[in-house]
């Protein structure tokens, strides 16, 4: 069907596509970003059979199968639609070459593919992509500085490229990016305020809360992402999904669970299966066993991608062992899934120790963490602390004081109280060599991070290099993400 499409438009038109954001399209888009591709195919089609040289229509399409690929995860359709975009580019060159949306849509086509193939780990062609994109956006941005949307996408572009370590700008150099954390997210903050950009909020905010959640640590920002979706999070899928990521890193998670219990309805929207994973994980932070296997459930029925399949299993698997049942779901976290994320590596080599030696943890640790990670430090403080005889806990040392330290971390204890606690995490798990868990590394984090809190510049290089030291460590890319910028931040 999308191959037909093409080739009507190419026939009707072949030599120039204008580009119309004509009242039917803003309606698409948003029927788009709200994910009711339906409609918005509905749309589409009048255009294509009224105005079928119009280049916005094509980069809806590519809007569409973009979404579909991030959220759907289904290796079949991402294998179908790339195909599709080398003539979606050929028809847009082909066009108006006046108009202020004639590179903007080569790049954010470009864009949208690079992040795609990321998802299914095509590197190389996606650097090549996002090259393209910024050469792109930097150009129109010389000869339509007023065109606003060239923000959107610089915005992105600018923050993930000064969230490059140092050392490693030179690569950036040569192909001319340049950029910082500090410019992109305030290039995407100033669309907000714009009143000019409203069509465009939800994605903006989106993009900016992805950003913020992953290259900073600022619960301020947060809590004004949070407050500028407000309600809104209950009629757009990409607002629920945000606004439940950004409470649960403020440790928020009845906010969390009130968020996700009142997403938009399904019906007329593509399937954001990942949202029920969400809401497993955030009624397992209360420890209600019951509605997390429900969720978890309905995630493993309807989702047809194959990242967190595993992880999902090894939460059932602790469900089970939190309950004193056995179960197999060990099992399936091998058979089911792949390990491509941080969540789904973990889960499997869990799974692995777990086959090999029986599945062994202490019941106390694991509580402790699952209401820690929900923001219920009081009592995570008490569940800890509910075992007085400190050996009980043997084997398992690094990962009890670095929990200490993170709770007490939350409750406002004194620095020195919580670095002490991460410091005797760090050395333990220097001292095992063996180890691949993430407590050694992540204590050099937080200590880095409070060190810079304190402008104490020099002590926080130290911890995060520290960090960066570490290798084949459980969520090892998320942890050294945040120690690289960081490290960017104080030597800057």
Known sequence: MRILTLLFLFLSNPLFASFQMNVRMQQSYTHIINLEFEAANKLLHIEQIEHPDNGILVLHQNYIDFLTILIGEEKAFFSTAKDLKSDRIDFMQDGDDSSPYYLYAQAEVHLQWAFARIKFEEYLTAAYEIQKAYSLLEKNQEQFPDFKLNIKGLGLLHTLVGAIPEKYQWIVSL??????????LSELKSLLKDEDMEMYHSEVIFLTAFLQLNMTNDEIAYKQLLDDIGSKYSDNYLLNFAA???????????????????????EGRYPFYYLDYLQAMSYLYTLDYEKSEMYFNRFLKGFKGNNYIKSAYQKLAWISFLQGEDNNY?????????????????????????IKN??????????????????????ALLEISSVKILKKYSGFYDEYWYRLARIKSKLNYEDVVVITNYQKSYDLGIADNQSTSY??????????????????LKQAKIYFEKCLSFSDFDYERGIHQKAKVGLVRVTN
């Open 439 to 456: 407590y050694a590394p992540m204590s050099a984090l937080q200590i880095g991070l409070i060190y810079e809190k304190q402008d104490k």
């Open 330 to 354: 060990f099992e399936l976290v091998k058979a089911k899934g792949i390990a491509s994320i941080d969540e789904d590596k973990v889960a499997l080599k869990e799974a692995n120790s777990a």
């Open 175 to 184: 192909v001319g990016m340049e950029g910082s954390v500090e410019l992109g």
């Open 358 to 379: 029986k599945y062994h943890t202490h019941s106390w640790l694991l509580r402790t963490r699952l209401l820690y990670d929900g923001g219920y430090y009081d009592e």
């Open 244 to 266: 439940a990521r950004l409470s649960h890193a403020l440790g928020e998670n009845d906010l969390c669970v009130k968020v996700l219990e009142n997403r938009p309805v399904t």
